[in-house]
Nanobody, 119 residues
């Protein structure tokens, strides 16, 4: 059973930093791509950052240069370091992974962690 558990959200002033963590279980973590998404009130969920099993990363344009995704395969954990936070980064942040079973992709999500950036 795939389980993703996020932590590290909170309230921070604009310009501040937070680090989110996502502990994964039930997957072959070291070879599995992981991602962070976010959803602000009234908006669709959007991708923030992705990391492959090999460590290749991709970022949304809105967070490039400010956020860093990383992984610790020994701890089955993926991180999102968020610096220079802006009020528009306020959202619920979700950890994500996919598994393909018999050719069908299945998305798995954590419970989400709230990030609030005050101006």
């Amino acid at each position: 059973q795939v389980q993703l558990v996020e932590s590290g959200g909170g309230l921070v002033q604009a310009g501040g930093s937070l680090r989110l963590s996502c502990a994964a279980s039930g997957i072959a973590f070291s070879i599995t791509a992981m991602g962070w998404y976010r959803q602000a009130p009234g908006k669709q969920r959007e991708v923030v950052a992705l990391i492959t099993g090999g460590g290749t990363t991709n970022y949304a344009d809105s967070v490039k240069g400010r956020f860093t995704i990383s992984r610790d395969n020994a701890k089955n954990t993926v991180y999102l370091q968020m610096n220079s936070l802006k009020p528009e980064d306020t959202a619920v942040y979700y950890c994500n992974t996919q598994r393909v079973v018999a050719g069908t992709p299945y998305n798995y999500w954590g419970q989400g962690t709230q990030v609030t950036v005050s101006s």
